[in-house]
């Protein structure tokens, strides 16, 4: 699938700074930029950088001084997610044959604390059978116990706050979906995007769980279309993906997102209990 | 029905120090306090009072220089809580019609952050027609949900906490009592007596739910039979109806406390699903 | 002092609803209600009632559809709170001296849990000499480490929240004032009034200690003079104390308040540090 | 300098486990294994694997039906950290200067929220010249407010936690040094060793900050010789560098760790505000 995607953001910067943002369009073997532009005005140079394990572009600006900076990023790009029988024996790999890069993913981070919800997880989820049942239990439960709320939470939210709370966006039922995986040693990253018909418009955050040798996408929020993202960053949280990381004195003032399909004949693929297949942007 | 019940509680008071300790069995018109003594060796003069609603009998005492004390508290109490038809219409009494000393627990509290769990309480208990019914829900749910783990929480556990761990102990089941009541706008209070029959023997806690006009007991964890309580005290949760409450530097070296039935025809008194009775110590 | 005071509160009631106000100034033998008046449009049946220890006039109201509300209430209010001179030996009540009315202020509540501060209550503040001193200490310390930043925190926002991340309103502000004195062994309550001189207008927090047997006003916003206010309550936090307790489903969509000194010879009152003076609004 | 290392753990396991270990000496510019033995009885495979940013090594073991297992490792290992001057001129790195790998360790992590504690560590350490000076201060900082004392915290604890109860072991400690440096854009990371003159031995932690392009070590304990250490491993923080990650259901049972110094002339090195001299084992 080709898709059109689009963020401008405006910032106050008050006081020199340096900006981290995390809004390019990922290239993956599933996703390839077919053509993109990053500006920023006024003219600030950029870097663009990786982390260690790859799954993101950070592009990363020193400010000098006081300023109106606006950023704009577009791209054209191709998608060719894996669709994935979730109904056949996909097994959860065990521990002890998992790779060395995806052993972090198992343990606690900054907004999954997923050392406390372990009686949780398996009190509510042990008895199901199968990994990706659990998870799609997982992923269920969510949508039907948390209430998206705009404004309810903030940057600081974590799943240990909405466990309890039952109400959150985009960002917490990722983050709860993260936790209640891990809990149950199942390893899961978070997974950030730009996604197709998500309204209002804004930057889209869902849950990949490492089912059967491959991380597979899960969307508590029902908000989007699972074949309808473009994938912009995995990590363990948002604390490694967030949109934006700001040292210094900077305000957002302003944001606009949009995501748009150009292929003419996108069928638009939600998790179909008669016939469960996954989807996966590994 | 008649009881027996003690408890010796042994201090290493390190530094000058105030302890309030709230052990004696409370004179309600459902229980009488036939005989009792309370004796701190060496000599230290005590004081007893209650506190504002009445609900406790703190025994107060200044402890001039470091020393070993010990306390011993014995009593003969007759109880004779009433019995509650809890399939009959018993209403919730709406908080315009409730006396002014029961709206404070209505209100969050040290331990039971009901502010914080109301919608967690509504998904869960909310459906459920007539008051009976949901706090009974309430207790089944947390004796299903939550395991009884000695050691697993201290004393600045809240049900905030037991929320999300799922373990505790007697006083985190009542906290969670009283918090998922409170948010469903259903007065309730924290329990303490002596226990028959509880293994291993200690102090107990469980939780009062305030529904048709009187107090009715709850024990989320079915550790005792209803009927098989002395009434120590009642508050908003722990922090009104500790134990012990001490002001300097005092730890506690040995603990044992006993609860003996006295008439030889005690029949224990459970919930039964079938016949719906409750129990009152008002 | 005489002062005029208002406040003025519109409710959007979408679903029936019990609400509980806590808006009247309070009648003590510190402060005469000259004049006052409770209206709400529509008209619907209000009761006044106090709680157990009388320092609150509630009011509260059943609407049974939905509607919009509009709350006013006015009143002329004489004041005389007590100088006390803080540079006495004003002594610390020792805790088996406390009358049993005073006791539950040493306890942890809802937002002030001063079992999980008493460390850092006694490193930063123990080695003061003095009660006065250290309850001026801690005024001072809140004031100089804690940021006044409207909308930073919210109703959920207790001090242990404050004591990590520093900035609050007046409510936090009091909180942790409340917290460390508790935490030092010295009662302390939530006070609520209308403030002269505050801006934006708005109800006030603040905290009050029990300091040589009386309670004692302290204000860490330093945000309006200690004789510029009219008591409208106190309590053990603002659980107890809070403007308005809503039992259902209403929003608040507008409020005014208001508070007007009519004496023309009013003297602002603040701390002195030449000249240590404290307020008494008992 | 020359150190024999070595640690016993027995485990018992009641339920098919793996378990992850972390216990070995790290092989690093700084320090050389000169020999190893790493057994388990009964025997069980072992595999040796690391982390994406190799900061340390991995022993994984399946476990597939209940034991006790004894795991024992010894090691002989030469250390060559490097003195660093840290009266120079060594400036914190710009963010935008720093190398992609070090990001991570600026963002908030598990047990160390450096987005809550922002406010806290400008307002005490913002006003200090230079990076180096602003790390000696937190972890003077530490020592000086945080009381270390053995089971006051868990494994759950973290620096949201040690900033208000102000109590805790070295875990404590180092979590909460990489979380003040991180909340004043300093990269910090947990540090895990074998720590020669440790009392009661046991595995050590401490922080290392990000200063001058180079990993410089810290000790907010102050319990052994800076240059007494042998490093087994640096992660974000506990989550990364756990001594033990267990999958199932596995009880420590007893614990021996040894570390002692093999050449006759260690000089023991401390911090001297007269002469500030850092250590690396980078």
Chains 1, 2, 3, 4 share one sequence.
């Not at 950070?58 to 400010?63: K, S």
């Not at 704009?72 to 044959?97: F, G, M, S, W």
């Not at 804004?202 to 089912?211: G, L, P, R, S």
Request: aromatic share 12%.
């Amino acid at each position: 699938m080709k898709f059109q995607v689009s963020s401008e953001i405006d910032y106050e910067v008050r006081f020199p700074s340096t900006l981290i943002l995390n809004i390019h369009a990922l290239r993956t073997p599933a996703q390839t930029v077919l053509e993109e532009t990053f500006t920023v005005e006024p003219y600030v140079r950029i870097e663009e950088f990786t982390s260690v394990n790859g799954e993101n572009r950070f592009a990363r600006m020193e400010v000098t001084e006081p300023m109106t900076l606006r950023i704009a990023y577009r791209a054209t790009v191709d998608t060719h997610p894996k669709t994935i029988d979730l109904d056949q024996n996909l097994e959860n790999v065990p521990v002890v044959q998992l790779d060395g890069s995806v052993i972090p993913f198992l343990f606690p981070s900054r907004y999954c604390q997923s050392d406390k919800l372990y009686r949780m997880a398996y009190n509510q989820f042990g008895k199901i059978e199968g990994t990706p049942s659990r998870v799609l239990a997982i992923a269920d439960w969510i949508y039907e116990n948390v209430e998206y709320l705009s404004g309810s939470t903030n940057s600081q939210t974590s799943a240990y706050d909405t466990i309890a709370e039952r109400a959150g966006v985009c960002r917490d039922f990722a983050h709860l979906g993260v936790t209640l995986c891990r809990a149950l040693t199942i390893p899961a990253r978070y997974f950030t995007g730009y996604a197709y018909q998500l309204t209002p418009p804004d930057f889209h955050a869902c849950f990949e769980a490492f089912i059967g040798g491959q991380w597979i996408l899960f969307d508590a929020t029902r908000l989007a279309p699972l074949n309808g993202l473009v994938k912009i960053a995995t990590g363990r949280d948002a604390a490694d993906a967030a949109v934006a990381s700001i040292f210094g004195n900077v305000v957002c003032t302003a944001m606009k997102v949009d995501c748009q399909v150009v292929d003419p004949d996108f069928v638009p693929f939600a998790y179909d209990r008669a016939n469960l297949k996954g989807m996966s942007y590994q």
